[in-house]
């Protein structure tokens, strides 16, 4: 069984740091290397993708809204992706999700893209 699941969120002053973690298990990430992306979603809004990591590492991608601010790494050895959020904004307040698809580019922005996903970790950024 595949599962994914994230760690890291909280509650945070505007202009704050925080490190989300996303560890994975089952037989699949054994088996295939992951390409990995981070998503977030506020109330009302659509799940919108901030950052991708391809299945070599080689290859990153992020949304315009996050670039310069917040970076996306993996270890595939551990089947874990981190993403740093630095300088955070009120508006980076949302539920963050991460997402896992065999051998991903990284640059796959689309929620279809991903094959699997984790439950979500909440980040509460306060002006």
């Known amino acids: 069984q595949v599962q994914l699941v994230e760690s890291g969120g909280g509650l945070v002053q505007a202009g704050g740091s925080l490190r989300l973690s996303c560890a994975a298990s089952?037989?699949?990430?054994?088996?295939?290397?992951?390409?990995w992306g981070w998503f977030r979603q506020s109330p009302g809004k659509e799940r919108e993708f901030v950052s991708g990591i391809s299945w070599s590492g080689g290859s990153t991608s992020y949304a315009d809204s996050v670039k310069g601010r917040f970076t996306i790494s993996g270890d595939n050895s551990k089947n874990t992706v981190y993403l740093q959020m630095n300088d955070l904004k009120p508006e980076d307040t949302a539920v963050y999700y991460c997402?896992?698809?065999?051998?991903?580019?990284?640059?796959?922005?689309?929620?279809?893209?991903?094959?699997?996903w984790g439950r979500g970790t909440q980040v509460t950024v306060s002006s």
């Open positions: 997402a896992a698809t065999p051998l991903g580019s990284g640059r796959d922005s689309a929620v279809r893209s991903y094959n699997y």
């Open positions: 089952g037989r699949t990430f054994t088996t295939y290397p992951m390409g």
